[in-house]
T-cell receptor, first 117, second 115 residues
Framework: DQQVKQNSPSLSVQEGRISILNCDYT??????FLWYKKYPAEGPTFLIS?????DKNEDGRFTVFLNKSAKHLSLHIVPSQPGDSAVYFC????????????????FGQGTTLQVKP | EAGVTQFPSHSVIEKGQTVTLRCDPI?????LYWYRRVMGKEIKFLLH????????ESGMPNNRFLAERTGGTYSTLKVQPAELEDSGVYFC?????????????FGPGTRLTVT
């Protein structure tokens, strides 16, 4: 049973416009949500995170929004740049089943973003 | 500072053979994780070491997979015997004990192809 889902496999936007990547989750016990970015032939790199007690976190061009009632989060990139073209993974972590949190990340399938010049 | 390194970058083996993947974490990182991505799907957690101790191996698919972390430094993941469904990209990640728990530093991965 997949707990984190990214239903859009790909997204294409024009340079300078906004990119919005979406993610849904099922487990209300998650306490942190993260976005990782991955270029071809490289490992994922941490981009931005949000605690479950917040609804927005901003870092430069990147903003993550969390809607706990809908179990939904999104990543906004404004303005989008060609160098942002990559696969973006949504991930979640938290205390589940009563065990202590070890940092185990639960990832979605990824969304491939293409930013066209 | 060197990043997480993984060896080999690509391995092609036949069903039934044995393969050992190696991960060298960032120096000083006591947390070490193994993940796997199969056929463009989600990246799945396999297990977590703190130093040489296994903290969580709930994601290991079955007993054909054996992970070790000798002396709390590098780690190996052995698959024996390999099956077709083991094909995928195996990522290793590390992080320090202090700091933000969820900012993990990933290696480039080992692409395993079982034919």
């Amino acid at each position: 049973d997949q707990q984190v889902k990214q239903n859009s496999p790909s997204l294409s936007v024009q340079e300078g416009r906004i990119s919005i990547l979406n993610c849904d989750y099922t487990n209300s016990m998650f306490d942190y949500f993260l976005w990782y970015k991955k270029y071809p032939a490289e490992g994922p790199t941490f981009l931005i995170s949000i605690s479950s007690i917040k609804d927005k976190n901003e870092d430069g061009r990147f903003t993550v929004f969390l809607n706990k009632s809908a179990k939904h989060l999104s990543l906004h990139i404004v303005p989008s740049q060609p160098g942002d073209s990559a696969v973006y993974f949504c991930a979640a972590s938290g205390i589940t089943g009563g065990s202590s949190n070890t940092g185990k990340l639960i990832f979605g399938q990824g969304t491939t973003l293409q930013v066209k010049p | 500072e060197a990043g997480v390194t993984q060896f080999p970058s690509h391995s092609v083996i036949e069903k039934g053979q044995t393969v050992t993947l190696r991960c060298d974490p960032i120096s000083g990182h006591d947390n070490l994780y193994w993940y796997r991505r199969v056929m463009g799907k989600e990246i799945k957690f396999l297990l977590h070491f703190v130093k040489e101790s296994k903290q969580d191996e709930s994601g290991m698919p079955n007993n054909r997979f054996l992970a070790e972390r000798t002396g709390g430094t590098y780690s190996t993941l052995k698959v024996q015997p390999a099956e077709l469904e083991d094909s995928g990209v195996y990522f290793c990640a590390s992080s320090p004990l202090t700091g933000f728990l969820y900012e993990q530093y990933f290696g480039p991965g080992t692409r395993l192809t079982v034919t």
